[in-house]
C-alpha cells in the first residue's frame, strides 16, 4: 500500500474485554514500530520490530500488553483484560532496515468504558 | 540515545519564520537529529534529518551547530497548517536499527 495502515480507526471496547490492534506496514519496510499516545500526551514506545531479530518489549506496560509480526509485515498488538487506563490512541510506524525516516499511520482509538 | 530539550511552546506569525530549537548537548558522534510533527489527531510526520552538515529540503531547513550539542529547525514561511507539535529526536543511525523516543516537543502555534 501508498502508506502504513491501521484498523480498526476506532475501538470501543468494555473493560476486561481482549483487543487486536492491527497494523500494516510499508512494503519492504522490516523495522516496525508501535506507540500509544494518551489524550494530551506525549507519544509511549512499546514495542520494536526489526527483520527477524527479537523484538525489543521494553515499552510494553505489562503482560497484558503483547505483539506479534508474522511473516515479517503485518503485526497485531493484543491488550487482554482491558482496563480503562489502556484508553489512548495506538499508533504504528514503520521504516525500511530501521535507520532512515519512520512513516506513521493514522492510528487506533482505543476506548475502554 | 542522547536526551534533547526543547521549549515547551512556541507562536509563529502566519508568513514569518518559525525556528524551533533544540538542545542535545549529549549527542555522540554517530548520533543523527531528526526532527517530526504531529498535527493534530494524526500520526506523526517525518520533516529531516541531519548529522552535522546544514540540511535543507522541500519542508525545512536544519542547522546544527559546529559542536552538534544544539540545532534549530527552520520553517522558512510558517502557514496556519504548520501549526503541530514538533519532535526532536536523537538517534544512531546507519543500520543500527533502533527504536525512535520521543520527548514532550514544541507546541508550534502559527497565528494570522
Known amino acids: 500500500g501508498a502508506g502504513v495502515s491501521q484498523s480498526p480507526s476506532n475501538k470501543v471496547t468494555e473493560k476486561g474485554k481482549d483487543v487486536e490492534l492491527r497494523c500494516d506496514p510499508i512494503?519492504?519496510?522490516?523495522?516496525l514500530y508501535w506507540y500509544r499516545q494518551s489524550l494530551g500526551q506525549g507519544l509511549e514506545f512499546l514495542i520494536y520490530f526489526q527483520g527477524n531479530s527479537a523484538p525489543d518489549k521494553s515499552g510494553l506496560p505489562s503482560d497484558r500488553f503483547s505483539a506479534e509480526r508474522t511473516g515479517g509485515s503485518v503485526s497485531t498488538l493484543t491488550i487482554q483484560r482491558t482496563q480503562q487506563e489502556d484508553s489512548a490512541v495506538y499508533l504504528c510506524?514503520?521504516?525500511?532496515?530501521?535507520?532512515?525516516?519512520?512513516?506513521f499511520g493514522q492510528g487506533t482509538r482505543l476506548t475502554v468504558v | 540515545d542522547a536526551k534533547t530539550t526543547q521549549p515547551t511552546s512556541m507562536d509563529c506569525a502566519e508568513g514569518r519564520a518559525a525556528n524551533l530549537p533544540c538542545n542535545h548537548s549529549?549527542?555522540?558522534?554517530?548520533?543523527?537529529v531528526y526532527w517530526y510533527r504531529q498535527i493534530h489527531s494524526q500520526g506523526p510526520q517525518y520533516i529531516i534529518h541531519g548529522l552535522k552538515n546544514n540540511e535543507t529540503n522541500e519542508m525545512a531547513s536544519l542547522i546544527i551547530t559546529e559542536d552538534r550539542k544544539s540545532s534549530t529547525l527552520i520553517l522558512p514561511h510558517a502557514t496556519l497548517r504548520d501549526t503541530a507539535v514538533y519532535y526532536c529526536i536523537v538517534r544512531v543511525g546507519l543500520n543500527a536499527g533502533n527504536m525512535l523516543t520521543f520527548g514532550g516537543g514544541t507546541r508550534l502555534m502559527v497565528k494570522p
Open positions: 510506524a514503520s521504516s525500511f532496515q530501521g535507520n532512515t525516516e519512520a512513516f
Open positions: 512494503s519492504g519496510h522490516t523495522a
Open positions: 549529549t549527542i555522540s558522534g554517530n548520533e543523527y
